[in-house]
């Protein structure tokens, strides 16, 4: 059955043709039912194979199935192919699970729109595209999938199709993404220039035969690694490109919980741990992944902290911890950055999915200062929103403190990491707790602001099942991956096949005693602490402090809120810029002025000369005998000339 | 069935005459309206179905010349010139006609209700312009490809003047220009070939394939293939010969701007390919840098100001200067991968920019206005149409699974996989952006949000008959975004034919690298 691996993705594309073609005229209860059937279906499966690949031994965990020949021209050739190893194994089942679990939750969450079909056919094809991004067996397939999800974020983050700022935020993660995507497209050209093949198996074999040693400086294997990044930056919302992400909270919030959890934004880190073959013989590009890991997990966890809509704090915390990920992928720790990318997937989505159920209670009120004491009213997401809270604010047990933790190591133990790195890995942390731990309170304790009274209850089961489901899973995931000191790190065993081709910076290998290690473990579980400390005394008793210290000054809270005022330099340089050049030069002046000028001026000029043209036409016999005789008179002259 | 094989290319051309004489035959009057636009539509669409055994007997070895054309038919035409009437076609061709017969039928569909003066006049001349277009497609005398190339010229000028927007005589006359300025420059250089031909070899003759083996020296090729260029260049349009286009375009009646970008335009790009990089190879490779930045400029000013247009109809205009601008990058950068990828980009966007001129009429149709800012949210009154125009929306914008993305993107690769033109890719790649941008921005505008035009909130969704000019362009679109090959199947021979005689050696077919390799 294992060689079918890649069946799985047809009941999500089944369910978004059923949905999208026949929908609109069924009951809501059918078209939910049929979305939620397609990607269980989808998960059940992924479940039998799973159980069925783990039996394998770990040499033949590599099953590609060729489907048939997508492109072929010239030399070169395109392969519908798909892969199943343990990384897309292990992608596959997060996608699918967690996915299974938001499209639960959104029968309640969405509940009554008009538009369920349209919904449910969208995020079917979400499913559908993530999961042919992490199968896909070559890098043209997986751009695809990687287009594919970039399509499906348009469309569901426009879903509020009467709300304006939904089609802006829409379309700027379309256009935004598709600079990254035009990068990788670069870089596959690249990839296929230099080795002659897309496809991952060959492709990192031949790699691993004709680069042998890490080699710094910009080789080819740089530039590819670089372009490929870039692409990854779009998708993943990293510096450069990691304006899109915030606003595509104009989506509904389960959208957000697939968009932050399960897909989408972990298709960068897929993407390059994917290409571990390449980047971990680029070690110049690594440092750079490494540097812009950590500078967007600093600049999006400082912005994190005076947000007021709560939509948007959780949006910069993803932005923040992909930032982690992007540092362990660039001190060389992929299956580290695969991990948290598991572990997050859980916390994350809960959060998410908590904060769905706070504004259902709400009527959307978004604003976190107009909210307050919901934790009588809603126990279920009050007590798994702690869950997650604590899950990635990384406190012992849960599955963010063994994942985050890993990182942090790796990040001061890998031959690629720094101190620097560590330290400010260790500043994000505190603030991470310091802002979720804010997010608590101001919802779920203090006073009821602004006439919620104490009365309404939880959504329902849809809503609770899968909070809970997830508050559980966020509390356990960090078991797969035990620190040396505690046991096993079944994890990095089992994706080890995944990083056959890569170079071996010996990154695993712990360079230090236990000891140490354990030592910084405490120090970052106690910077945690002090976080979420300093956050219950500004927010769970006298809120007066923050607002005096907003109002002190001005400027730098000013600066954070706007997320360092990125996106307005980019509307004003970029956009503003783009446009005006199109409207002010290119059209008017170019078209209309220069090519045009010229055709019109050209145009009048004629017409003055058929005027005297026309005057020649008098229809005055004599005339015309006068031209006749003055023409042949020419004609005679110019035959004379030439034979002459 | 021997006699209809023997003479398919002639049938298939001069078919929609016999719906001119019948419509001319007809009793005149209103009330026979109705049925000269059903003879019209019953002789478009069988002119599609006469076509297509052109596909199913195109591998039969007994319609294959020794050139590689297929279903040759040569006879003496004005003997004393030397001009033949030969029909030939190639993998190429066959692609074109089958779009044109197929486009044709499809924008006579939809002149149903559109048209409504002078009724049989326009089936008149859109019919001959159907004959025009097909005859260009397969005419390998280029005495004869002139011929219909300029016959082409007139119903099209009068199908703008007459039945076109407000500007429309303005816009007829400028189109008429223009072309009739790159035809006269065409001309000089056909009869520079025709002469050159006569010193050479003492023969009069305008036969094409003749004229690919002439050996023809470097500097009489640079002033033919300049002469031919401008008359290619302003038909493609390439940048700066394109202000003929939006005016065009603006004032065009729907099935006529679908039938001008779906397959006039590629008339150009036809021509460069059928004769100025064969015929004149030397002069293809000497100019290649100049074709490629003046390509380049095109994809990225034609994006640039397509996203600053008001009138949907100019955007979707000026987005045809971008996309021919990716056809013209791969047609001449003449590497297998790009040249394929150029040519299958005419088919690509005559479905999709075709399709999205249909898709301006249906509701110009409804409101009389191409103003962007007259319409807002009509996807909660039109959701059929929301549909495809999206799905016409992703396909010009590359997005992959549909068949704009394949095109792009062979083109894009061929070009980089030339060492020394690689980094053009890099604008090639910049005009996908933009592509995105302006063509996204025009869907939110006009589909997102609420309606604030009361006159839009009773828009009547797609009929039927509107629904069936989209259907066969939306089942390609699909087709050729999954499943290529059976197009790419009818490239690989002519394609590499050219690409050897332009850059020969350079690029050895698949199967000869490979046994290189297993050596």
Known sequence: MIEYFWLALVPPLAGFLFNGLAGKRLPARIVSGAGCAAIGASFLFLLAVFAEFIRLPASEQQIVHRLFTWIQAGTFTAECSFLLDPLSMIMLLVITGVGFLIHVYSTAYMKGESGLYRYFAYLNLFIFMMSLLVMAGNYLLLFVGWEGVGLCSYLLIGYYIERRSAGDAAKKAFVVNRVGDACFLLGVFLIFKTFGTLEFGSLFETVSRTHPQPEGGFTVLAAITLLLFLGATGKSAQIPLQVWLPDAMEGPTPVSALIHAATMVTAGVYLVVRSAALYSRAPDVLLLVAVVGVLTALLAALTALVQRDIKKVLAYSTISQLGYMFMALGVGAFSTGIFHLFTHAFFKALLFLGAGSVLLRLHHELDLFRMGGLKNSLRVTCWTMWVGTAALAGIVPLSGFFSKDEILWRALDSPLGHPVFWVAGLVVAGLTAFYMCRLMFLAFYGSPAHGHGESGSEAGTAVTAPLTLLAGAAAVAGLIGLPAYLGDHRLDRFLEPVFRYSYDHGVSASHASHSLELLAAGAALAISLLGGALAYRLYARDRSLPRRLADRFPAIHGTLQRQFRIDEAYSLFVVGGLKALSRRVLWRVVDVGVVDGAVNGTASLFRRWSGVAARMQSGNTRTYAAWIVTGAALVFLYLLSVIG | ?519
Not at chain 2, 10 to 32: A, N, R, Y
Not at chain 2, 39 to 67: M, Q, W
Not at chain 2, 103 to 113: A, D, H, R
Not at chain 2, 386 to 394: G, K, N, P, R, Y
């Open chain 2, 1 to 519: 069935m021997g006699f209809f094989m023997t003479n398919i290319l002639t049938i298939v051309c001069f078919f929609p005459l016999l719906g001119v004489l019948i419509i001319l035959l007809w009793p005149k009057g209103k009330e026979h309206e109705t049925e000269v636009k059903w003879i019209a539509n019953i002789v478009a669409f069988l002119g599609f179905v006469v076509s297509i055994p052109l596909i199913t007997h195109f591998n039969r070895p007994e319609y294959i010349d020794s050139s590689g054309m297929r279903y040759v038919f040569k006879a003496p035409w004005i003997e004393s010139l030397g001009v033949q009437y030969y029909f030939g076609i190639d993998g190429i061709s066959l692609l074109l006609i089958l779009l044109t017969t197929l486009l044709g039928s499809i924008s006579i569909l939809s002149s149903w209700n559109a048209i409504t003066t002078r009724v049989r006049e326009y089936y008149c001349y859109f019919l001959i312009l159907q004959t025009g277009m097909l005859g260009v497609f397969m005419a390998l005398d280029f005495f004869l490809f002139y011929v219909f190339w300029e016959v082409m010229l007139v119903p099209m000028y009068f199908i703008i003047g007459i039945w076109g927007g407000p500007r429309k005589l303005y816009a007829a006359i400028k189109f008429f220009l223009y072309t009739l300025l790159g035809s006269v420059l065409l001309l000089l250089g056909i009869l520079a070939l025709y002469f050159h031909q006569y010193a050479v070899k003492g023969v009069w003759s305008f036969d094409v394939l003749a004229f690919q083996e002439l050996g023809i020296p470097p500097d009489l090729q640079y002033w033919i293939f300049l002469a031919m260029f401008v008359g290619f260049a302003i038909k493609v349009p390439l940048f700066p010969f394109h202000t003929w286009l939006p005016d065009a375009h603006v004032e065009a009646p729907t099935a006529g701007s679908v039938i001008l970008a779906g397959v006039l335009l590629k008339m150009g790009t036809y021509g460069f390919v059928r004769f100025s990089l064969p015929i004149l190879p030397d002069a293809t490779m000497e100019f290649l840098p100049w074709m490629m930045a003046i390509s380049v400029i095109g994809i990225i000013y034609g994006a640039l100001v397509a996203m600053m247009q008001k009138d949907i109809k100019k955007l979707v205009a000026y987005s045809s200067v971008s996309h021919l601008g990716f056809c013209m990058l791969g047609v001449f950068i003449v590497t297998p991968v790009a040249l394929e990828g150029g040519i299958l980009q005419m088919i690509n966007h005559g479905i999709s920019t075709g399709a999205l001129f249909l898709i301006v009429g249906i509701i110009y149709e409804r409101r009389h206005t191409r103003m962007i800012s007259d319409y807002s949210g009509l996807s909660h009154v039109m959701p059929v149409y929301a549909v495809v125009f999206l799905i016409m929306t992703l396909s010009s914008i590359g997005m992959p699974t549909l068949n704009g993305f394949i095109g792009e993107f062979m083109v894009l690769q061929g070009v980089f996989a030339d060492p020394d033109y690689k980094l053009w890719a890099v604008f090639g790649a910049a005009g996908i952006v933009l592509g995105a941008a302006y063509m996204l921005w025009l869907y939110q505008r006009v589909m997102f949000g609420t309606i604030k035009q009361e006159e839009n909130r009773k828009l009547p969704d797609l009929t039927p008959r509107e629904l069936a000019t989209f259907v066969p362009l939306i089942i390609l679109a699909f087709w050729i975004g999954l499943y290529p090959s059976p197009f790419l199947s009818y490239l690989h021979e002519p394609v590499n034919q050219i690409v050897e005689k332009v850059r020969p050696g350079e690029f050895q077919p698949r199967s000869m690298q490979a046994q290189i390799g297993d050596r």
